[in-house]
C-alpha cells in the first residue's frame, strides 16, 4: 500500500467515545440513548458508534435554529458572515487532509482522488463567503398615484432543515452549511447514516469558527426517523434536500404540512454521447471516469454510453480495457483509483444489477461480479463493470444503478440518439464528445438536463448551477441561482406622501 503519514494516521476524531450531535452549539447524545454503527466500506470495521438522533432531538435542533434565526444571528450583518464563512474555509483546508481521511473510512473514497479536491471544495465555501455581500434586492419604479416607494426585498427564508447523501460527505456538508449561512438562514443538517462521521467533524469546526450557537445544528440519525421530522416539521420553512427520487417524493409529500420551500438534488442516468469524430484518446477516459469516478456513486455519473456505430466496437473494448486496468482497493491507499461500495445493502443492489444485466442478454466485457478474493471478500467491491449489448429498454439501461456499471448502446445518426438520450425520467447530467462545434453546441442544447458537458465531464466549477431537469429535481446549488434558494423576496410599498 502506497501510504502518505498524513493519511496513515487514525484521525483524533475516532477516539472510541460515542460521536454526539450537534445541538444549540453544544454536543449532546440522543435524548433517547440510542446510538448506531458506521463501518469502514474496505474493510467491514467498525469506525465508531454515533449517537441517533430522532424525532426528539430534531425537535430540540429546530427550536434552536428558530431561537438564533430570530435572535442574534438576525442582526448579523452580510460582512460579518461572510467572515464566519471565510473562518470555515480556512479551517476546512486546514484540516483538509484528516477530513479526506474520516470520508475515505466511513465511505470508500480514494483519497488519491479527494486529496486533489482541495480548491473545489475550500474553494467553494469562499465562492458563498463572497456571495454573503452579494444579496440584491431591487427597486422599481411605481406606477400608483401619489407617491411612493416600491422595492423587492430579498430576506433569508428562516430555518433550514439540510438533508444529504453519503456518496461526498465532506462536500456535501461544507456546501449546505455555508449556502444558509451566506444567505442568513440557520439550519438543521441530517447527513446519511452510512457516512456521518465527516459531517459532525466539521460542526466541531463551525464552532471553531465562532458560528454563533443554534445557527449550524447537526442531528445524526435515520431517515425514516429524523430525517422524516424535518420535513414534516411545522417550524422548518425550507427543505434542502440531496439524495434519491424515492426519499425525494416522501420529502415533497411530507414538507406540505407547511408548505416549505423545497430544493431537490436526485438521482439520474446521465447519457454520454461518443461520436466517431471525437479525440478518442481523451474519450476513453473521460467516458470511463464519467462512471468509474468513487466507484460510479456519483449522481450525474454518464452510466448511459452511446457510441456512434463506426468505432461502437473499438470504443467500447478501449473503454473496458481501461476498467480493467484500474487499480481497486482501499481508498487510503494513494495508488487506488476505485475503492468499494459504501455498504452491504449498495453491494447487493448493484449486483443484483449485475444479474440482471446479464438476463436481460447483456454482456460484461469487463467486471460483472463481485470481488472476493483475499483483502476483497471483507470489502465492498465491484470491479469496473461495461455493458455491451445493451439495449434502451433493459432495467440496466433505465434504472440508476449507483455503481461503476456503464451501458454501452450503439446509434446511427444526431437526430435518434438525441431523442434516445431525452427518453427517460431523469435529466441531471449529459456528456458529448466530438471534434465539431456546431455539432457539439446542437446536441447540447437538445439535451433536456441541467448540465451538459462538452469533451469534458464531471468537472465542477463553484459559479456554475449545477441541478435537474425532470425528475432528477429542481433548485440550483452552485452559482448565483443557489444563494437565491435560500432567500425570500418581500415587496414593500411605501407611500412617502
Ligand atoms: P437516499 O436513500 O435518498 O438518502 C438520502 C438522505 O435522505 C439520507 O440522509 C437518508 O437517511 C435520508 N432519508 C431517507 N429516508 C428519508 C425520509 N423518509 N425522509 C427524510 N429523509 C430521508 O439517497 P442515498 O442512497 O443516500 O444517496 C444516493 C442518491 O442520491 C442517488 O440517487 C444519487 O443520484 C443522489 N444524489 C444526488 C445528487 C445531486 O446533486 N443531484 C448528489 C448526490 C447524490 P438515511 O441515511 O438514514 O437513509
Ligand atoms: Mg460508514
Known amino acids: 500500500m502506497t501510504t502518505n503519514p498524513k493519511f496513515n494516521a487514525k484521525p483524533a476524531f475516532l477516539d472510541g467515545s460515542v460521536k454526539k450531535m450537534l445541538i444549540d452549539g453544544r454536543w449532546v447524545e440522543a ?13 467491514g470495521e467498525l469506525l465508531a458508534r454515533v449517537a441517533e438522533g430522532d424525532a426528539e432531538d430534531v425537535d430540540l435542533a429546530v427550536a434552536a435554529a428558530r431561537r438564533a434565526f430570530e435572535g442574534p444571528w438576525r442582526s448579523f450583518k452580510p460582512n460579518q458572515r461572510q467572515n464566519l464563512i471565510l473562518k470555515l474555509a480556512d479551517l476546512v483546508s486546514q484540516h483538509y487532509e484528516e477530513l479526506c481521511v474520516l470520508d475515505t473510512l466511513d465511505m470508500g473514497m480514494p483519497i488519491g482522488r479527494s486529496i486533489q479536491n482541495r480548491e473545489r471544495v475550500v474553494g467553494s465555501v469562499r465562492y458563498y463567503a463572497a456571495q454573503a455581500m452579494n444579496i440584491h434586492g431591487e427597486t422599481i419604479e411605481s406606477s400608483l398615484d401619489g407617491e411612493f416607494f416600491t422595492a423587492a426585498l430579498k430576506e433569508p427564508i428562516g430555518v433550514v432543515g439540510a438533508i444529504i447523501p453519503w456518496n461526498s460527505p465532506l462536500f456535501a456538508t461544507v456546501k449546505k452549511i455555508s449556502v444558509a449561512l451566506a444567505a442568513g438562514c440557520t439550519l438543521v443538517l441530517k447527513p446519511a447514516e452510512e457516512a456521518p462521521l465527516t459531517p459532525l467533524r466539521v460542526g466541531e469546526l463551525c464552532l471553531e469558527a465562532g458560528i454563533p450557537p443554534g445557527v449550524v445544528n447537526i442531528v445524526s440519525g435515520f431517515g425514516e426517523t429524523a430525517g422524516a421530522r424535518l420535513s414534516a416539521h411545522p417550524d422548518v420553512d425550507k427543505i434542502a434536500f440531496t439524495g434519491s427520487h424515492f426519499t425525494g417524493q416522501k420529502i415533497i409529500r411530507a414538507s406540505a404540512v407547511n408548505v416549505k420551500k423545497l430544493s431537490m438534488e436526485l438521482g439520474g442516468k446521465s447519457p454520454n454521447i461518443i461520436f466517431a469524430d471525437a479525440n478518442l484518446d481523451k ?40 476498467g480493467s486496468k484500474m487499480r481497486v482497493g482501499n481508498g487510503l491507499d494513494l495508488q487506488t483509483q476505485m475503492g468499494p461500495l459504501v455498504s452491504t445493502e449498495q453491494l447487493t443492489r448493484v449486483t443484483d444489477y449485475l444479474k440482471i444485466g446479464q438476463q436481460e442478454g447483456a454482456e460484461a466485457v469487463t467486471g460483472g461480479q463481485r470481488l472476493t478474493e483475499g483483502a476483497f471478500g471483507k470489502g465492498n467491491f465491484v470491479p469496473p463493470t461495461v455493458f455491451r449489448n445493451v439495449s434502451d429498454n433493459m432495467r440496466i439501461a433505465r434504472e440508476e444503478i449507483f455503481g461503476p ?26 456528456g458529448v464528445w466530438t471534434r465539431d462545434v456546431g455539432k457539439a453546441h446542437k446536441v447540447a442544447r437538445r439535451i433536456r438536463s441541467g448540465t451538459v458537458w462538452v469533451n469534458a465531464y464531471n468537472v465542477m466549477d463553484p459559479s456554475v448551477p449545477f441541478g435537474g431537469y425532470k425528475m432528477s429535481g429542481f433548485g440550483r446549488e452552485g452559482g448565483v441561482h443557489h444563494v437565491d434558494e435560500y432567500l425570500q423576496t418581500k415587496a414593500l410599498i411605501l407611500n412617502t406622501d
Open 31 to 43: 435524548k433517547a440513548g440510542r446510538s448506531f454503527e458506521t463501518f469502514n466500506p474496505a474493510t
Open 405 to 430: 456499471v456503464i451501458s454501452a448502446i450503439p446509434f446511427d445518426t444526431v437526430d435518434e440518439v438525441v431523442q434516445r438520450a431525452n427518453d427517460t425520467p431523469f435529466g441531471l447530467g449529459g
Open 283 to 322: 474519450a476513453v477516459p473521460g467516458a470511463a471516469m464519467a462512471t468509474f469516478n468513487n466507484a460510479g456513486q456519483i449522481c450525474c455519473a454518464g452510466t448511459r454510453m452511446y457510441v456512434e456505430r463506426a468505432i461502437y466496437d473499438e470504443f467500447v473494448a478501449r473503454v473496458a480495457e481501461f
